[in-house]
């Protein structure tokens, strides 16, 4: 092996290897063990949450591989309709084109070019991860078996009735000309106004006071609401308006919707341009004025001098008007909620249009069911409740977008403004019986994206058709996801599978949190917080860093401030840490909290454990070299037992992390387990073995037979979290420890053996690791060399001590470094000597003559003294109520537990002098 870990010269070696040689595909044999991808966006790239995610699902297939299940992790990637669409009419807008100069099926086709050409990077990023999917099944959302899975659910739900086209309210983007889902608007405060505007009674008796945030909405009001027990209005219920500007008169009416506290306690009702008013209007039977164009811009419905205008020129033209008139009452600075498209930034406006809708509510009763009875279980189960309040209210599903990238819905119409439905063109005609000449017009929008996902866990598997991988791997094992898209993919998919399948999906619904910045803030570009899981594995210098963080801004005006923060906060740039030390630090992350909080301190802790791995293998490949490693006459040692008994438990540990999502836990045993005790302890004390001359041929064989099953079974623990260096190191120690195979991925993952569990021999070197530890903490308090040999006295020495003490003394005199070690006589007087207890034991460091006492107490003083004054000035500082009043309540708890720190390390140093004092010659 090589001197130094470096991932860079192993990680893509390995991964081509396991790839060329198939070794991620499903073996055929054992329970099968499925996994869908969350399909990410062929326009994307990997950012921290793809990453942390793709961790989870390749330890868990990892995991399930090397227990003999027969496991497929399905990748794939979204055809993301708006995103990609967007991507490719920004070229052209380059060239000077719109995608309305190419027509549909050229602009089709260009979106196709540039997904061959530029739809892959996620996909090689992926491989740097080390993504163990099987990329001989990789699918795309408008491949021609995805295509005919979606057409086919499509007519299969119209028949039924699940399916109808209507005009409601949609979430319409100005820009993009197209309904949006929910997920696609980011709703975000903003500073605005409030007008409170006056409604003139028709008869004249007065008026009426409503406050808006958008007063050019009121051209398009039908009505205002008032709350029914709101006493000043109740009198006025019935009773009409005259709505200015438009001179009509609308009616005033009484809903609980209206909150009494907000303005005036009158509300404007526009059904056509709001959510709630469409609502309501619906429940008063109020008519609908759709005032604005697919371009917010005011139509034929708006009064004369108001049409053709901007809804933002027009709201500003309103407010003059009535100001005019002297009927606006006053205007308020209000901060409000502003609906933004997440691709084109564009205020959403509520638009009244025609739009596919599925009928839900039938759909959505089995899968309520499924989570009540527990045929799904959530991970953490308290999100079950996020999903049933979601589905429990659940509305009808819009499903058309108005897109020319994306499954387009398989609807014709004739000229009469009949509609058919079917498969294909030809299958409408023979099914209704339409003439070859009556000419038909497919209908112009596409679906939404989330419809094709849906359908994901069977789509990907084959369906409609009923192939042997369908038949196998559904329902799916576990999906793994984000808790934000709880409500907008895994109900539907949920809901789709029981409709199409007649079975739940996926058995679990692993929720994990979203990946945050060390402070918890979310990472986005504007916030200058981004990091590339990429740059994490390869490093990155900071003059490119600066320039990935500031390049294409949506706010320019911000660059200065994230290249100041970025070059604060990596002066150096981003070392090189490799893949398995960002899988590590995303797996002790995983816990079940929902905001994951990444510091990249952590990632480089972790790369110091890799380098800790490493070393140690080096070693015992160094310790076993050319010696005899088969069956013989063995004679485990204490230390032998002793690692053995922590292997067992690491490894019962590591698997309840495993089977219960604990991923940190897992990882934390396993950290602990190399780190402390394998690598610090029984390293050191095989050393005390093998470089002994007192040591025969049985308990070497022993301790250098356990060193290698040690390591090897290790690397088969660590190999779902780590698998590049697991791999390397494998291919070396694999064999020696009598393994068979040419890669460590396919080797069952290792269990616990019954009886190696010992809580003797584990109490016993407790015992021994206890004694160590004391000798060591008195030989830094008293800043003795470590190289230097010192004799140790025990005082009150139990039956057991002494016993401990027989089988233990070559360990001891080892790893403490120590001369003579004896309990004292019966009788004889304790020595001036640093002290040190394990339970009633007590270790004596006889003192004289091993310390220079002059010389400790001068130092021990000017320690004193320093940490004297750290004190006081820290009680000062609490002292001052100024100080406790205004600080953070952290900074004074942390000023306190100082306080608490400097007394402690004072009495400890007080005491210790006073020892050494007592070793200087009177005056």
């Known amino acids: 092996m090589d001197k130094t870990y470096s991932p860079r010269d192993i990680e893509q070696r390995l991964y081509q290897r396991w790839e060329d040689d198939g070794r991620f595909r499903p073996r055929g044999t054992g329970t099968p063990y499925a996994i869908v991808i969350p399909p990410p966006n062929v326009t994307g790239t990997l950012h921290m949450g793809h990453a942390f995610q793709d961790t989870i699902m ?46 549909r099926e050229a602009f089709i086709d260009r979106v196709w070019r540039w997904k061959e050409e530029s739809g892959g990077t996620i996909a090689r990023q ?180 108001y049409r053709g205008l901007d809804r933002f020129e027009a709201r500003r033209r309103v407010v003059a008007d009535l100001e005019s008139l002297g009927l606006v009452e006053k205007i308020e600075p209000h901060t409000l909620m502003v609906p933004r498209g997440d691709r084109s930034n564009a205020v959403i406006e509520p638009w009244l249009t025609d739009q596919w809708y599925v009928r839900i509510a039938p759909l959505a009763a089995p899968a309520i069911a499924a ?17 049933f309040e979601w589905m429990r209210n659940i509305k009808d599903w819009c499903i058309s977008r108005q897109l020319w990238w994306g499954h387009r819905i398989p609807a014709w119409y004739a000229a009469d403004g009949s509609v058919y439905v079917g498969r294909s063109e030809a299958e409408v005609r023979a099914r209704h019986g339409l003439p070859a000449g009556l000419a038909l017009r497919q209908d112009e929008d596409v679906l939404d994206t989330w419809f094709s996902s849906a359908l994901w866990p069977f789509s990907t598997l084959g369906w409609p058709e009923r192939t042997p991988e369908l038949a196998k791997f559904y329902p799916t094992a576990v999906l793994v996801t984000g808790f934000d898209i709880i409500f907008f993919w895994v109900a539907r998919m949920i809901m789709m599978g029981l409709k199409f399948m007649g079975e739940v999906p996926f058995r679990e619904v692993y929720v994990h949190g979203l990946i945050r910045d060390a402070e918890g803030q979310k990472m986005s570009k504007s916030k200058g917080n981004v990091l590339d899981p990429l740059d994490l594995i390869d490093g990155i ?81 160094l310790s076993v070299e050319g010696q005899d490693l088969g069956p013989g006459e063995e004679q485990p040692s204490l230390a032998d037992r002793w690692i053995r008994s922590r292997l067992a438990a690491t490894l019962q540990a590591t698997r309840a992390g495993f089977e219960a999502y604990r991923f940190d836990l897992a990882a934390q045993a396993l950290y602990e387990f190399t780190w402390y005790e394998f690598c610090d302890w029984y390293l050191e004390l095989s050393k005390a073995v093998l470089q002994s001359d007192a040591a025969g041929a049985a308990e070497r064989r022993a301790t250098r037979r356990t060193l290698v099953g040690t390591l090897e079974a290790l690397l088969r623990a660590l190999h779902p979290l780590m698998p590049f260096i697991t791999e390397e190191i494998w291919q070396r120690v694999g064999p020696l420890a009598g393994r068979e195979g040419s890669t460590v991925m396919l080797q069952p993952w290792p269990e616990a053996v019954a ?92 003192m004289a003559g091993l310390i220079d006492a002059a010389a400790e107490a001068a130092r021990l003083e000017k320690r004193i003294g320093k940490l004297r004054q750290d004190l006081a000035r820290t009680e000062a500082k609490l002292a001052n109520a100024s100080f406790v009043a205004n600080a953070p309540a952290a900074v004074v708890e942390q000023e306190r537990t100082r306080v608490a720190e400097f007394g402690r390390e004072l009495a400890g140093l007080e005491a210790q002098l006073a020892r050494v004092r007592r070793l200087q010659p009177a005056p």
């Open 58 to 103: 390749d330890a868990l297939t990892r995991y399930h591989r090397m227990r003999g299940d027969d496991t497929l992790w399905q990748p794939g990637t979204d055809h993301a309709g708006i995103a990609t669409q967007m991507v490719v009419e920004r070229q052209l807008n380059a060239e000077g084109r719109t995608r309305h100069d190419l027509g």
């Open 126 to 305: 992926m491989r740097r991860l080390g993504a163990s999917v099987d990329w001989s099944r990789d699918r795309f959302t408008m491949d021609a078996g995805l295509s005919q899975a979606v057409t086919e659910t499509f007519v299969r739900l119209h028949e039924e009735g699940l399916i109808y086209r209507g005009k409601r309210l949609v979430n319409w983007d100005p820009v993009l000309h197209t309904a949006l889902s929910d997920l696609e608007v980011l709703s975000q405060e903003e500073s605005g106004h409030l007008w409170h505007l006056r409604y003139p009674l028709a008869d004249g008796s007065g008026h009426l006071t409503v406050a808006t945030t958008r007063p050019e909405t009121m051209l398009g009001d039908t009505a205002v609401a008032v709350h029914p027990e709101d006493e000043r209005y109740r009198a006025l219920v019935g009773r009409r308006v005259r709505l200015p500007l438009a001179d009509r008169e609308i009616p005033i009416v009484a809903d609980e919707f209206v909150d009494r506290a907000f303005g005036s306690g009158c509300v404007k009702i526009t059904p056509a341009h709001d959510f709630n008013d469409y609502e309501l209007g619906q429940r008063h039977g109020l008519p609908l004025i759709n005032l604005f164009d697919a371009s917010a811009v005011l139509t034929d419905a708006a009064p004369p001098a």
């Open 371 to 387: 989570v009540e009875s527990g045929r799904i279980r959530f991970v953490p189960e308290n999100w079950d409740r996020t999903y």
């Open 541 to 621: 210098d900071l003059e490119s860093l600066v320039q990935k963080r500031t390049a294409g801004l949506m706010q320019p005006h911000l660059a200065k401030g994230i290249e100041k923060a970025t070059r604060k906060q990596f002066p150096d740039g981003i070392a090189p840490y490799g893949t398995d030390a960002l899988r590590f630090t995303f797996a002790s992350l995983a816990t079940l909290s929902r905001d994951i909080r990444f510091d990249v301190g952590r990632i480089e802790g972790y790369r110091n454990f890799c380098n800790k791995l490493w070393n140690a293998a080096r070693f015992v490949l």
């Open 755 to 846: 009886g190696e569990r010992d809580a003797a021999v584990e109490a016993e070197m407790r015992w021994v690791m206890d004694f160590v530890l004391a000798v060591r903490q008195i030989r830094g308090e008293m800043d003795i060399a470590p190289s230097r040999r010192f004799d140790v006295l025990l005082a009150q020495a139990s039956p057991t001590d002494l016993e401990r003490l027989a089988r233990g003394r070559h360990w001891l005199e080892r790893l403490a470094n120590l001369g003579a070690l004896r309990p004292l006589a019966a009788g004889e007087p304790e020595p001036e000597a640093a002290v040190a207890l394990l339970g009633e034991l007590r270790i004596l460091v006889p």
